[in-house]
C-alpha cells in the first residue's frame, strides 16, 4: 500500500491506525457498547487457556480488554501497546489498568525484550498494512507453544455492510495470511459476529 494510499485510510508511514486526542475519545465512547460484545467474546477465550502466562495485546486501543483480564484473574501478566499516544493515556488511566504494562508500538515494533504465551489483537488487524510482515515479525516474540490470536468482526459481504466490512476480517483472509510465515493456522471460530484465529509457529 502507498503512502498516500496509507494516509487517505487514517493511517501513519508504519501502515497503522494512529488516533489523535479527540478521535481516540470518540472511540473509548464507542468501544463502552458497540464492540463490548467482541471483548466479551475476546476476554472468555483467553481465559480458557490453562497456567499463568504472559500476553502481549497490540494495538490496544483504549484499553478496555486488558482492564476486562485484569478484573478476572490474576494468573496472566498483561502487557499492551498501541501507535497512539493518546489512546495510551486513556488506557493508563483506567483504573482497573493499573498493573498493564503499556507502551508505544504497533504490529511490527515492540518495544518489550520478552518472550510471550500468547499475543493478541483485537479490532486491529484489519488496519494492518503489512499483515504477513507482522504475524512473522509478532512470532518472534512467541514461546515456545505460544500462539497468535486475532479477533475481529467477520466480513459478511452482503452490501449493506460494506462499511462494516472494511473494519472487518474475512474466514479465507485468515486462514490464508498464514502461508508463507513460518504460522501454521491453530483453527479459527466463528461466534455470531465475531470470528478468532489462532497460529502457532510450525
Known amino acids: 500500500m502507498s503512502n498516500a494510499k496509507m494516509k487517505a485510510a487514517g493511517m501513519d508511514l508504519h501502515g497503522e ?29 483467553i481465559l480458557g487457556k490453562k497456567g499463568a502466562f504472559s500476553l502481549l495485546d ?39 489498568n493499573r498493573g498493564v504494562k503499556f507502551a508505544l508500538g504497533y504490529s511490527r515494533r515492540i518495544p518489550f525484550s520478552l518472550k510471550f504465551g500468547m499475543i493478541i489483537s483485537t479490532l486491529s488487524f484489519h488496519h494492518w498494512a503489512h499483515k504477513k ?19 475481529e468482526r467477520v ?10 466490512d472494511m473494519h472487518s476480517a474475512g474466514v479465507e483472509e485468515l486462514r ?15 461466534k455470531g459476529k465475531f470470528v478468532r484465529a489462532a497460529y502457532v509457529k510450525k
Open 17 to 45: 491506525e494512529r488516533f489523535g486526542p479527540v478521535m481516540s475519545r470518540i472511540y473509548n465512547v464507542f468501544a463502552s457498547s458497540g464492540v463490548q460484545g467482541l471483548y466479551e467474546f475476546a476476554c472468555l477465550d
Open 58 to 96: 497490540v494495538g490496544t486501543g483504549p484499553g478496555r480488554l486488558p482492564e476486562m483480564l485484569a478484573s478476572r484473574q490474576g494468573r496472566i501478566r498483561i502487557y499492551a501497546v498501541d501507535p497512539s499516544p493518546s489512546m495510551l493515556r486513556i488506557a493508563r488511566n483506567r483504573k482497573g
Open 133 to 151: 510482515e507482522s504475524l512473522q515479525y509478532l512470532s518472534r516474540f512467541l514461546e515456545r507453544r505460544g500462539e497468535i490470536r486475532i479477533y
Open 155 to 164: 466480513k459478511s459481504g452482503r452490501m449493506l455492510d460494506r462499511f462494516v
Open 176 to 190: 490464508e495470511i498464514a502461508h508463507g510465515t513460518g504460522l501454521r493456522v491453530k483453527g479459527i471460530v466463528v
